[in-house]
């Protein structure tokens, strides 16, 4: 009895020790995991027996998810232990507590291995008799038929009359089904309370002592007299509990004497006989955690045992078949093994439907597809955040009115879409920069010596009545025309120069590296004039005719050492200086746009496309 106790014992706190530490473990793992798995239905591929399944499901390639991988549950159970046999049991009087290991085979069946350890007291309020105590003339007597019972044998002096007082050991193991009907019910993403019936088979062993002797080992005598026994007495309640406590005083409390066991059954070794038992339970179970739940249950053991109690038969003619049932009323501890990272809750607290209730929700919560834009900026308006977007302005992926420089101004009203930060701008987005920030010799060797390391440049500086200052260049990828973003603040320090020196003409001449053919770099380098007077004369509101288109193809590199690479980017430009007496708006070449044997689809249009 101590040591199995003993062992119990041990393994609950095994048990809720290695939950404790496991949990703490993965409290600091991340928040956020453990937020997540709060959620009782937080499954991922990895959690089910077939990972490639459930993914094929949640990406609708296939009908079913797969099951989940669920825990086991770990289970002690105590309470109270009574045996409903011949004699009359003590309420209470007894005491079951054990182990079982639980597994959820379906949302709705689990198997349970189930053991038990108690003991349960009886103490019946009426006499019974020797099978030798009978009238004269008669065959038949009381009901104390085993040999354990010669001592009351009157035929050799022996007082007759016992109450029967037993104390009961019993053990079994079973096999139990689970059915639960909690989770049935569909409307939680976890239950809170389940409703379990569950039936089994197993085996079970007793060993019963009878308190049938006194301290000088000698039946008692004269216990219908001393406790007063009358049936009229039997007949009460209150009768009854006088005749026991009576006998309370009377007994010594040792049960000494072995009951009778059923001969020729199976047995381990010849002392502990083994039964075949079936059980059958019902309870009810609360949830707490993930972790923990707390259940109560009542459950009766079927053997074909009539000898649990000690006796087994009331009278000598009265032989009843009625067998001895144990009846335990439990409370069962139980904690969900494993990790929740890897593992689901058992499927008995899971609701079986709610991935497919949660796809339904979200499909409901979606919106009906509405393809109308009022505003005609090619967002719908269920996507647009801006729905009055001003007609011809471009609009971001939200459908809000670009503003590329961030100035306040939208692109399509600003004169000068990518101002240099940091400037305050006029009512038309132009910034105000203040004439000391133009460039001046070092800077445009500074910048020159970054971008051709060891190339000899040495600009010449414009000298005018407003001011001497130094006109900078912008330069193209490779085969592009396109002004780069980049260069957007050299082309508003041109705009600003003519501004500040509204008499000043310049010149924009573009040039090309040597690859290609001369007349297809002639057109490229024209292109690359054109593209940067556009851009002034658009964004800045320069006047055309105070800017000289001009262009040169290949034919007048500006660096011709360093690598390769840097020595054709720095010559693939536009330069801007001050304009001459030569100076003077070139003709369009033969092939480009501005020409007059100009062809749709021509080498050269092809161009213009890959470079914008």
Same mark, same amino acid.
């Given at each position: 009895m101590n040591k199995i106790l003993y062992t119990l014992v041990v393994c609950l706190f095994l048990s809720v020790t290695a939950f404790s530490q496991e949990e703490s473990n993965q409290e600091t793992t991340t928040e956020a995991v453990v937020n997540t798995l709060e959620d009782a239905w937080t499954v991922t591929d990895e959690m089910t027996v077939d990972a490639e399944q459930n993914k094929n499901w949640r990406e609708g390639q296939y009908n079913y998810s797969a099951k989940p991988k669920n825990a086991w549950e770990l289970g002690i159970h105590l309470g109270h232990l009574f045996i409903d046999g011949d004699v009359d049991r003590r309420v209470p009087g007894g005491f079951g507590l054990g182990l079982h290991l639980r597994k959820a085979i379906t949302y709705s069946y689990s198997l349970r291995m189930d053991f038990m350890f108690g003991r349960a007291k009886g103490l019946d309020p009426q006499p019974w008799k020797h099978k030798n105590d009978r009238p004269l003339g008669q065959e038949i007597g009381g009901g104390l038929v085993e040999p354990v019972f010669d001592p009351y044998n009157p035929n050799n002096g022996g007082p007759s009359n016992w109450f029967p007082s037993h104390k009961t050991r019993y053990m079994y193991f079973a096999v139990q089904n689970v059915f639960n009907l909690g989770n049935m019910l569909f409307h939680n993403k976890s239950s809170k309370w389940n409703v379990n019936a569950a039936i089994g088979a197993g085996f079970d062993t007793h060993k019963t002592m009878l308190d049938l002797l006194d301290g000088n080992n000698q039946p008692y005598t004269d216990i219908i007299s001393r406790t007063g026994f009358n049936f009229d007495r039997f007949d009460t309640k209150s009768g009854r509990s006088d005749i026991k406590s009576e006998l309370n005083n009377i007994y010594d409390g040792e049960y000494e004497t072995e009951g009778f066991k059923k001969a020729g059954i199976f047995r381990l070794g010849d002392d502990t006989n083994v039964h075949v038992v079936w059980t059958a339970s019902l309870g009810v179970a609360r949830r707490i955690s993930k972790r923990f739940n707390i259940g109560i249950e009542h459950q009766i053991m079927l053997s074909d045992n009539d000898y649990l109690d000690g006796i087994k038969f009331r009278t000598s003619d009265d032989q009843t078949n009625n067998v001895d049932i144990p009846h335990y009323t439990n409370?069962?501890?139980?904690? %969900?093994?494993?990790?929740?990272?890897?593992?689901?809750?058992?499927?008995?607290?899971? %609701?079986?439907?709610?991935?497919?209730?949660g796809d339904i929700a979200e499909l409901k919560q979606r919106p009906v597809l509405d393809l109308t834009d009022e505003d005609g900026d090619g967002i719908i308006d269920m996507m647009d955040q801006e729905l009055e977007t001003p007609a011809g302005c471009p609009v971001d992926t939200r459908g809000v009115t670009l503003d590329s420089d961030g100035?306040?101004?939208?692109?399509?009203?600003?004169?000068?879409?990518?101002?240099?930060?940091?400037?305050?701008?006029?009512?038309?987005?132009?910034?105000?920069?203040?004439?000391?920030t133009i460039l001046n010799e070092t800077d445009i060797i500074r910048i020159m010596n970054e971008n051709c390391p060891g190339c000899k440049y040495v600009p010449q500086p414009a000298k005018t009545g407003c001011g001497e200052w130094f006109l900078p260049m912008i330069h193209f990828d490779l085969d592009k025309y396109?002004?780069?973003?980049?260069?957007? @603040?050299?082309?508003?320090?041109?705009?600003?120069?003519?501004?500040?020196?509204?008499?000043?003409?310049?010149?924009?001449?573009?040039?090309?590296?040597?690859?290609? @053919?001369?007349?297809? %770099?002639?057109?490229?380098?024209? %292109?690359?004039?054109?593209?940067a007077v556009d851009y002034l004369v658009g964004n800045y509101g320069v006047d055309r005719s105070r800017i000289k288109l001009m262009y040169g193809g290949e034919e007048n590199p500006m660096v011709n050492i360093g690598s390769e690479g840097a020595r054709n980017y720095m010559n693939r430009r536009v330069e801007f200086r001050v304009c001459d007496g030569d100076d003077y708006d070139m003709a369009a070449p033969e092939g480009s746009a501005g020409s007059a044997n100009y062809e749709q689809g021509s080498i050269y249009k092809g161009n213009k496309n890959s470079g914008y």
């Open positions: 409370v069962r501890l139980n904690f %969900n093994l494993g990790k929740f990272t890897e593992k689901s809750e058992p499927l008995y607290w899971l %609701n079986p439907l709610d991935a497919a209730f100035d306040g101004i939208a692109d399509c009203k600003d004169k000068e879409p990518f101002s240099p930060p940091g400037y305050d701008v006029d009512d038309v987005g132009i910034a105000k920069v203040p004439v000391e396109k002004v780069k973003p980049e260069f957007y @603040s050299q082309l508003h320090h041109v705009a600003s120069v003519m501004k500040q020196c509204p008499d000043l003409c310049i010149v924009a001449e573009g040039h090309t590296d040597a690859r290609n @053919s001369n007349q297809y %770099n002639q057109v490229l380098s024209y %292109n690359r004039a054109k593209a």
